[in-house]
């Protein structure tokens, strides 16, 4: 039989460790430092849980460690894989499967208590655990789908939409009444997870595919804490403060972005939200005159300036040119031009996503700046070279009332004295509106793949 203080201080430990990762996860400087601590929290969690066992029959503990095998090595291969476009898709999917596990484990619960009821607490947690995480395992999965484009990225709606999602969601407590009632039906348990399961898909149908990284940090609050109850019904301390770490890191993300789009957590679970933005085609209509420049009309403008500010986006990430731009700031700075990039909190498609991106290319940390410390230096600086982003540069968000971003915390780089775009066409971005920065008479396009319109930067530099 186990010592009981030696699982309990080996939870604590993983404990420790998860915090202390949040904690340096907090920076790009030291994240990387904080996924290795997480893991290792992971670790010791996972083995204090085999130590705990006890005496058990072996063909278990071979079965959990072919489980723990198989988990390690499909997570080794697909992080390795994953491209950096292609991270919120990952952060989704694995977030469902989270939340479907916590479900699985709610269900085996009930299912090893026979024909006696859990106690009240137990039973009230299982249930809601067995909720929340079907929620999740749907709902990210259609997250997922729409940002992986194997399902259309715009809000699904038909006839009567509202009401069958109500219907479904009081037939889900109707359901959850029934085992606190009394009731020790595995099969109305089943049901209930099933039902649940269609609760999450009916959710996250009607919201836009550009509304998904709030819908997937939102989620991922909702497997925090599924995964919090379960650890209280299990008697995991590591679970259940590791569960209540995601929960609530998770939920103070979502506030972060809905803020930095001002949008409320209200719209966002009760608006219907995305669906007015996803559509596009509406908005401002901006006047002015768009001026072309060739990369090498481009480059006269760089040689003769003293600071730049580049503003990365989606479009980058998509060329992969973080490489490339780090040649071009390597170039810039032997010219003794100042180089810096100003970072929104929801450019790309998840929070961090350019940093991590940047940091990729070995970009200095010392060189990014959010939004908060770099926009009273756009007045100030010559140039302002913009890469794939298109809303968060949007001064519709300052300026027009009617358009769907008004309001919207925006990078000011209209205020630069010239601004110069990066796109491969006059597409919109996520708001599907026309930006106003296109058409003012300090901004210049430059057409083409962000990665070859870079590189033939570069070496248009070498020329002056």
């Given at each position: 039989?186990?010592?009981?203080?030696?699982?309990?201080?080996?939870?604590?430990?993983?404990?420790?460790?998860?915090?202390?990762?949040l904690?340096?996860?907090?920076?790009?400087?030291t994240?990387r430092r904080?996924?290795w601590?997480?893991?290792?929290?992971?670790?010791i969690a996972?083995?204090?849980v085999?130590?705990?066992?006890g005496?058990?029959?072996?063909?278990?503990?071979?079965f959990?460690?072919i489980?723990v095998?198989?988990g390690?090595?499909i997570?080794?291969?697909?992080?390795?894989?994953?491209q950096?476009?292609?991270?919120p898709q990952?952060?989704?999917?694995?977030?469902?499967?989270?939340?479907?596990?916590v479900?699985?484990?709610?269900?085996?619960?009930?299912?090893?208590?026979g024909?006696e009821?859990?106690?009240?607490?137990?039973?009230?947690?299982?249930v809601?655990?067995a909720?929340?995480g079907s929620i999740?395992?749907?709902?990210?999965?259609i997250?997922?789908?729409?940002?992986?484009?194997l399902?259309?990225?715009?809000?699904?709606?038909?006839?009567?939409?509202?009401?069958?999602?109500a219907l479904?969601?009081?037939?889900?407590?109707a359901?959850?009444v029934l085992?606190?009632?009394?009731?020790t039906?595995?099969?109305?348990f089943?049901?209930?997870?099933?039902?649940a399961?269609?609760l999450g898909?009916?959710m996250?149908?009607?919201?836009?595919?550009a509304?998904?990284?709030v819908?997937?940090?939102?989620?991922n609050?909702f497997?925090?804490l599924?995964a919090?109850?379960?650890g209280?019904?299990l008697?995991?301390?590591?679970?259940?403060?590791?569960g209540?770490?995601?929960?609530?890191?998770?939920?103070?993300?979502?506030?972060?972005?809905?803020?930095?789009?001002?949008?409320?957590?209200?719209?966002?679970?009760?608006?219907a939200?995305?669906?007015?933005?996803?559509?596009?085609?509406?908005?401002t209509t901006?006047?002015?005159?768009m001026?072309?420049?060739?990369?090498?009309?481009?480059?006269?403008?760089?040689?003769?300036?003293?600071?730049?500010?580049?503003?990365?986006?989606?479009?980058?990430?998509?060329?992969?040119?973080q490489?490339?731009?780090?040649?071009?700031?390597?170039?810039?700075e032997?010219?003794?031009?100042?180089?810096?990039f100003?970072?929104?909190?929801v450019a790309g498609r998840?929070?961090?996503?350019?940093?991590?991106?940047?940091?990729?290319?070995?970009?200095?940390?010392?060189?990014?700046f959010?939004?908060?410390?770099i926009?009273?230096?756009f007045p100030?600086?010559d140039?302002?070279?913009?890469?794939?982003?298109?809303?968060?540069v949007?001064?519709?968000a300052?300026?027009?009332?009617?358009s769907?971003?008004y309001?919207?915390?925006?990078?000011?780089?209209?205020?630069?004295?010239?601004?110069?775009?990066?796109?491969?066409?006059?597409?919109?971005g996520?708001?599907?509106?026309?930006?106003?920065?296109?058409?003012?008479?300090?901004?210049?396009?430059?057409f083409?793949?962000?990665?070859?319109?870079?590189?033939k930067l570069?070496?248009?530099l070498?020329?002056?």
């Amino acid at each position: 039989m186990t010592d009981h203080w030696l699982v309990e201080l080996g939870y604590l430990i993983g404990a420790v460790l998860f915090i202390l990762a949040l904690k340096l996860l907090n920076s790009p400087k030291t994240a990387r430092r904080g996924n290795w601590l997480a893991a290792l929290g992971m670790a010791i969690a996972l083995g204090t849980v085999g130590f705990s066992l006890g005496e058990v029959e072996t063909r278990n503990y071979i079965f959990i460690a072919i489980a723990v095998a198989a988990g390690t090595i499909i997570g080794s291969i697909s992080a390795k894989r994953v491209q950096m476009t292609a991270m919120p898709q990952m952060v989704a999917l694995f977030n469902g499967v989270g939340g479907g596990a916590v479900a699985l484990v709610a269900m085996i619960e009930f299912m090893a208590s026979g024909n006696e009821r859990l106690l009240p607490v137990p039973l009230v947690t299982a249930v809601l655990s067995a909720i929340i995480g079907s929620i999740s395992f749907s709902g990210s999965m259609i997250a997922y789908g729409k940002l992986q484009e194997l399902m259309p990225g715009k809000p699904i709606l038909y006839p009567g939409d509202k009401v069958v999602t109500a219907l479904v969601l009081m037939t889900v407590i109707a359901l959850a009444v029934l085992p606190i009632a009394g009731s020790t039906s595995v099969a109305l348990f089943a049901a209930l997870i099933g039902l649940a399961t269609i609760l999450g898909i009916l959710m996250v149908l009607p919201i836009g595919g550009a509304d998904m990284p709030v819908v997937i940090s939102l989620l991922n609050s909702f497997t925090g804490l599924a995964a919090g109850l379960a650890g209280f019904v299990l008697g995991n301390t590591a679970l259940l403060i590791g569960g209540g770490l995601v929960g609530a890191s998770g939920l103070i993300l979502t506030l972060q972005m809905c803020s930095a789009m001002n949008r409320s957590l209200e719209n966002v679970l009760f608006g219907a939200f995305g669906a007015a933005k996803s559509e596009g085609g509406e908005g401002t209509t901006a006047k002015g005159r768009m001026r072309s420049y060739s990369v090498e009309d481009a480059a006269i403008i760089f040689a003769s300036a003293r600071s730049v500010i580049i503003v990365p986006g989606y479009g980058l990430a998509v060329a992969q040119a973080q490489h490339v731009v780090k040649e071009l700031t390597e170039k810039l700075e032997e010219r003794g031009i100042q180089v810096k990039f100003a970072i929104h909190p929801v450019a790309g498609r998840m929070p961090g996503h350019m940093n991590v991106l940047l940091a990729e290319a070995d970009i200095s940390y010392d060189h990014l700046f959010d939004l908060e410390e770099i926009n009273s230096e756009f007045p100030e600086t010559d140039v302002a070279l913009v890469i794939g982003a298109n809303d968060v540069v949007n001064p519709a968000a300052r300026t027009d009332k009617s358009s769907p971003i008004y309001g919207m915390p925006i990078l000011d780089v209209d205020k630069a004295k010239t601004v110069i775009v990066s796109k491969r066409g006059m597409g919109a971005g996520f708001a599907g509106i026309e930006n106003e920065l296109f058409l003012r008479e300090n901004t210049v396009m430059v057409f083409g793949d962000a990665k070859s319109t870079m590189t033939k930067l570069v070496a248009a530099l070498d020329d002056f």
